[in-house]
């Protein structure tokens, strides 16, 4: 019969570590091979397919067959590894992983283990958790939840804390750099920001290493290693090992016998290495740290001296020099009196105690890393739930058409901080028909969106006249890579005052357009009742507002002008004797109004069927 027990599961990079609830405390389970980490390594060797140690022992043998840092490419479509001649995708290849996993827990535990907690890193957008839990079901598991790394390492430390406090969680594994800022009290973990860097860990330290250790031996010998895979991978695992060793030594012995061979003979290296060269190497990697956990901090609105707890999370804080910059930053000694390697396992079991009912008085909350929202007029992108954003949550925004008559419009649902649209990752999109022939802007269409406390999400869009509804659930398409996600921050940074400029032009242009749609409406239905100089003037301000957008300007005052020519001008029609909607709030957006999601009814802006307009804070 199965247990009712909860695994919790980190299911790392570089290593998975798993823990349950014994008694109340959350305990390491070791692996089938006696460790309490497993190496999240697949390899196909011998008609079979290997999974951890095994698997990283022959990966120097058998790098074809093997596959190592599979996280990276969580909820990437169209990615798939071969193994033995046969292909996997990223959530079939962490199944096997999560299998193995399950597997020795069962045996450690005599009884079958179904249900699961998975942590992820905090920036893992939808798709990556989604994967993530099918990872997880592929494996034979009920996943009952999936929950931020930082959140459960703090769980891992907070378990009977209950006063109230901040927490920096200093993450840094084998492939990734994560730094989190969580508010702690009363039972409640909040994930308030977070940052960091996708392409550093433990593996830039080790290939730092190997580098000079052979820049080292091509010096001495005259010959190059790096041609020469087998030779580079041992050169790799030795530079690891001396990495380690410095961390509790102050000097160490590389030894390579027969690392190449010549004509001469076997030539072998020897290198000995102290802490300090280690530490000049890898200087420039220690300062990678500084500024997203600078980052990490203000965003969440604190300055260095205002954190309560420092948390070290991931192997490579056991690195001295790491310790000493987060205290320097900080202005404090970090606490590392959790094993680093298992904090996320552990607060993962304490999170599946929460759920068996176990441990109670916990609740968690965890932050949207990106923020997400939909296509509007003119590609902008509109937010409806902005980033750092504590989730579960759930946020309503109200949108209209663009075009008179228009019965359907199409919704992308983007994740990202550009301002436009199509720089941020489209996660998904659909197309809401039956809406009731209106003049543009005057339907109002809900867009809901919610996340579940999975970090999944969920987007339903209502008209709200004729009940006409239609939602999704974020799944499939294409996901993003740890690294895109960190260039998707950076991008927003670095192009954050074209992208301002950007925004202002193109929402001047809608307005000056929809301002001359709203007179040319107001010609056609009233004209007779319009005094003649003032049908004049509406015609003259048309005919100007045409011209600046036909010529397309980027001369943002000049839409400001022709819009407001217009509204004055209108302002000059006795309004009681208009037929049309008055109130522009409901403004137009241009969007698909034929059968296909391509159909373009406006044909000035591009993505024309992509868009609505946010009428909520008109
Ligand atoms: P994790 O992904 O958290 O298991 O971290 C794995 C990384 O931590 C690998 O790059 C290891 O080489 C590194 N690591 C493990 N132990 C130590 C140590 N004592 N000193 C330095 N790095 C370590």
């Known amino acids: 019969m199965a247990s009712d027990k909860i695994l919790g599961i980190d299911l790392g990079t570089t290593n998975s570590a798993m823990a349950v609830m014994e008694n109340g405390d959350p305990e390491v389970i070791v692996n089938g091979e006696g460790d309490r980490t497993t190496p999240s390594v697949v390899a196909y060797n011998d008609d079979e397919l290997i999974v951890g140690e095994p698997a990283k022992n022959q990966a120097i043998q058998n790098p074809e067959n093997t596959v190592e840092s599979i996280k990276r490419h ?7 590894v071969e193994l033995g001649g046969e292909s996997y995708t990223p959530e079939e290849v962490s199944a096997h992983i999560l299998q193995k996993i399950k597997n020795d827990a069962e045996t450690y535990l005599g009884e079958e283990i179904e249900r699961a907690v998975i942590t992820v890193p905090a920036y893992f957008n939808d798709k990556q958790r989604q994967a993530t839990k099918d990872a997880g079901r592929i494996a034979g598991f009920d996943v009952e939840r999936i929950i ?18 901040s927490v920096l969680v200093f993450d840094l594994g084998g492939g990734t750099f994560d730094v989190s800022v969580l508010e702690l009290g009363d039972g409640v973990h909040e994930v308030v920001a977070t940052n960091g860097d996708t392409s550093l860990g433990g593996d830039d330290w080790d290939e730092t290493v190997k580098e000079w250790l052979a820049d080292h031996f091509e010096d001495e010998h005259d010959i190059s290693l790096r041609d020469d895979r087998q030779a580079l991978q041992r050169l790799r695992d030795a530079a690891e090992k001396a990495k380690i060793e410095l961390s509790s030594r102050k000097e160490t012995e590389v030894n390579l016998p027969f690392i190449a061979s010549t004509d001469e003979g076997p030539m072998h290296l020897e290198k000995s290495i102290t802490r300090d060269t ?3 190497l890898t200087d420039h990697l220690v300062e990678r740290t500084s500024a997203p956990t600078k980052k990490a901090l203000s965003d969440a609105g604190y300055s ?25 930053i900080v202005g404090m000694e970090p606490q590392m009196n959790v094993n680093p390697d298992e904090a996320a396992a552990l607060g993962a079991a304490i999170q599946g105690g929460v759920l068996s009912g176990e441990v109670d008085d916990l609740v968690l909350l965890d932050v949207t890393p990106l923020s997400l929202g939909v ?5 902008l992108f509109e937010r409806i739930i902005n980033a750092n954003t504590t989730i579960p949550t759930s946020e309503s925004k109200v949108f209209t058409t663009a075009e008179d008559e228009q019965r359907q419009v199409q919704i992308r649902v983007f994740q990202g901080e550009r301002e436009v649209a199509e720089e941020n990752e489209l996660l998904d999109e ?9 003049p543009a802007g005057t339907p109002k269409i809900e867009l809901t969106f919610q996340i579940d406390e999975s970090g999944i999400m969920h987007v339903a869009a209502k008209e709200r006249d004729s009940g006409e509804h239609e939602k999704v659930t974020i799944e499939g398409g294409v996901g993003l890579s740890d690294k895109e996600v960190e260039r998707m921050k950076q991008d927003a940074q670095q192009h954050s005052d074209e992208d301002e400029m950007q925004r202002r032009r193109i929402e001047a242009q809608t307005h000056a357009e929809q301002m001359k749609q709203r007179a040319e409406r107001v010609l056609q239905e009233n004209r007779d009742a319009i005094a003649n100089n003032v049908v004049q003037e509406l015609e003259a301000a048309i005919d100007d507002a045409e011209t600046a957008l036909e010529e ?3 001369d943002i005052s000049r839409y400001d002008r022709v819009a407001s020519q217009i509204e004055t001008t209108l302002g000059k029609v006795d309004e009681s004797k208009l037929s049309s909607p008055k109130s522009e709030d409901n403004a137009l957006t241009d969007a698909g109004t034929g059968e296909t999601a391509t159909a373009e009814a406006g044909g000035e ?14």
């Open 74 to 80: 969580m909820g990437e479509e169209d990615y798939t």
């Open 304 to 328: 260095t001296d205002e954190i309560d707890e420092v948390i070290l999370v991931g192997g490579s804080t056991r690195i001295p020099v790491i310790k000493e910059q987060v205290a320097d």
């Open 148 to 165: 931020n790394e930082p959140t459960a390492a703090a769980m891992a430390y907070g378990l009977d804390d209950t006063r109230d406090q």
């Open 430 to 438: 659909f197309k809401l028909r039956g809406i009731p022939p209106a």
């Open 278 to 280: 280690f530490q000049d």
């Open 552 to 554: 397309s300007t980027t």
């Open 605 to 618: 802006v591009d993505n024309v069927d992509a868009s609505f307009r946010d009428l909520s804070d008109d």
């Open 375 to 379: 296509e509007v007029k003119g590609g």
